[in-house]
Each structure stands twice: as C-alpha cells, then as structure tokens.
C-alpha cells in the first residue's frame, strides 16, 4: 500500500462564529490544492479519505475535483478540533506547548491523539491492501504517524508546507516505511527542490 498523506492548504484567516474552530481555506489554499492535485494524479490512486474539519474537505475536493469520492474520517482530524483555530504560522505562544510534546490546552494527549491517528490510518490499510490512498489532513496528523513509524516520542519533526503530499509506503514484510515528505507541485516555487528522505525500515508493529 502507498499512503499520500497531504496537508490541507492555508485556512482563511478572521474566521468568525461557527467558522472560527473550522475555518474554510482561503483563496491561496484552494490555489495550493489546485497545484497539489497534479501530484495526486500523476501518481495515481484507488481511495481517497478526509479529516472531517472544513479545511481538509475542501482541500480534498479542490486538489481532485467534486466528482471524486471523499470518505470523511474524524480521526485524521488535527488534534485542536475542539478550539478555536490558530494559524501555526502566525506564532502564537500556545504552540510552544505543542512543540514541547503538551497537547493539554487542547484537551487531549500525545498519547490519546498518537492512539487516534494511528488507529484510523490502520483501517484503512488493512481496507487498502496493495492500492495506493490519500488521506488529507493536517500538519499534526502527518507528524504523529510519522513519529510512530520512526518509533519516536515527539510531536513534530518536520514542518510540512500547506498542500505538501508525504508518502509512506507498508509491506507485509517490512511493515511502514517513509518514501518521501514535504513534496511539493513544482510549480509552486519554481527551481526550489523538493524536500524528501529516503525511504526507512519502519521499525513499528501495532497490536
């Protein structure tokens, strides 16, 4: 199986009433998902799944068009689906506390949000046998599942850019591996390379 994990593209900011903890994207985002889409169809894919938060639903739906089938699954949704939305980007000093592995003013865990994320993604694979899927989701989704592959304790371990696609790759017998992160539709930033890592004995099993 091909797992393409893609980051939403760029919410709309000053969001207000029920859209402030689920803000649709803004006119860059859906631009970024438009370009994202080239990605996902070049590679080619069996399935598509989304985070139930706005943002990643109408990424999906712009990167792949309206036609194309979105199963919603409310577990790949980011772990501050209960607050208020923050932009990552804009700095704000509670994500300090994300980068220290405290997910508590957000009301979960690292363990409870890893337990979440890794589940759901599970089903799908086990669904998804030999095809290639694309889950779009969020930057803190992408990092816990790939933390859980590399069999490490930390939230975040890279940063992926809005609309990025990140590949992992399962075999029976060598369970996930990473085959690329933080790809990028060329066309976004012309001569600039795409970010990756090489592909990496997955080193997890789940019970």
């Known amino acids: 199986m091909i797992l393409s994990m893609v980051r939403h593209g760029e919410p ?5 009433g029920e ?4 803000p649709p994207l803004s006119p860059l985002g859906v631009a970024q998902m438009q370009e994202t889409g080239g990605l996902l169809r070049a590679d080619g ?17 712009c990167a792949l068009g309206p036609d194309v089938p979105v199963s919603e699954v409310a577990d790949l949704a980011e772990f501050d689906r209960d607050s208020d939305y923050l932009h990552y980007e ?4 509670v994500w300090q506390r ?8 957000w009301g979960t865990t690292a363990e409870e949000f890893r337990q979440r994320v ?6 799908i694979r086990i669904k998804h046998v030999g095809e290639r899927v ?12 790939l933390a859980w592959i590399l069999g ?11 609309g990025s696609v990140s590949r992992f790759e399962y075999r029976a017998d060598a369970g996930w591996s990473v085959r690329e992160l933080n790809a990028r539709p060329p066309t976004r930033a012309p001569g600039a390379p795409v970010r990756s890592v090489p592909a990496a004995r997955a080193g997890a099993s789940w019970n």
């Not at 994300?98 to 003013?105: H, Q, T």
Request: negative net charge; proline residues 3%; glycine residues 6%.
């Open 118 to 123: 890794v589940t759901a993604l599970e089903a």
């Open 45 to 61: 894919y069996d399935a598509v799944f989304a985070s139930n938060l706005r943002r990643a639903t109408e990424s999906a739906r």
């Open 12 to 16: 709309a900011r000053a969001a207000s």
């Open 90 to 93: 804009d700095g704000a000093d």
């Open 152 to 162: 490490e304790s930390a939230l975040r371990l890279f940063a992926p850019d809005y």
């Open 134 to 145: 694309v889950a779009v989701c969020h930057g803190g989704v992408i990092n816990i599942f």
């Open 98 to 105: 994300y980068r220290e592995g405290d997910l508590s003013p």
């Open 19 to 22: 859209l402030q903890n689920d």
